[in-house]
């Protein structure tokens, strides 16, 4: 006598596999909510950065003045020229935030950038201009708003290394808030400080009259 083994059909597999994962995730679900068993099942989040080395240290000769704060919101796009965007391009629109610091170097002052009159009662002193320094985005206020990405950049995504890569777009934001910072009043700013700062300490030295200047 022979024995028929009937052979599972193919749809059926598919939904005993599907089947299957829906018990596990509601296995997984109701133990996570079991009082108890949400730590068995958690994550840990653990330090094991390597030591801070110090790779060089730089004697600062300017005054750090004023620091403004900007933001941005960056809307970077990317189009294929004969592809639509739902099969390649992206789209990130981008909040940045940070600050520029203005400052006035006093690190090149010679004996003619100073005069004081032989009673030690006037002194006048000729800065440079203030500057620029180069913008800092803040990390704890700047984040993605959204991302729009095709087809073909979704697929890239999964086989890349840093598939969240915001480098673009926070170069394009510390881009605009450079420019922003050069049309604000952050450099007249800090040219007022700096003189502020320096007739406060030559008269705290005895000097009455205290004239400051800036120019190339």
């Known amino acids: 006598m022979t024995t028929s083994i009937k052979r599972m059909p193919g749809w059926a597999k598919v939904v005993s596999a599907f089947v299957l994962v ?3 995730l509601f296995a ?7 009082p108890g068993l949400r730590d068995v099942f958690g994550t840990e989040t653990h330090d094991r950065s390597g030591p ?38 992206t789209r990130t629109l981008y909040v ?4 520029v610091d203005a400052y006035v170097d006093l690190g090149h002052l010679g004996e003619k950038d100073v005069t004081v009159d032989k009673d030690r009662t006037s002194a006048t002193l000729h800065l440079p201009h203030a500057a620029l320094g180069k913008p800092a985005l803040d990390p704890d206020h700047s984040y993605a708003v959204s991302k729009q990405r095709g087809l073909i950049d979704r697929i890239g995504d999964i086989f890349s290394g840093n598939p969240n890569d915001e480098r673009a777009v926070q170069r394009l934001a510390a881009k605009h808030i450079g420019a922003a910072a050069k049309d604000s009043r952050l450099t007249a700013r800090a040219e007022e400080n700096t003189t502020g ?11 009455e009259e205290v004239t400051v200047t800036y120019g190339a």
């Open 28 to 34: 997984g679900l109701r133990l996570a909510v079991l």
């Open 96 to 99: 940045g935030a940070g600050t």
């Open 197 to 207: 700062m320096l007739e406060g300490l030559l008269r705290s030295l005895g000097f």
């Open 52 to 89: 801070t080395l110090l790779k060089s240290i730089q004697d600062m000769s300017r005054y750090d003045a004023a620091s403004g704060n900007f933001q941005v919101v960056v809307d970077l796009e990317k189009d294929a020229k004969y592809l639509p965007d739902a099969i390649r391009g």
């Open 22 to 24: 829906l018990v596990v």
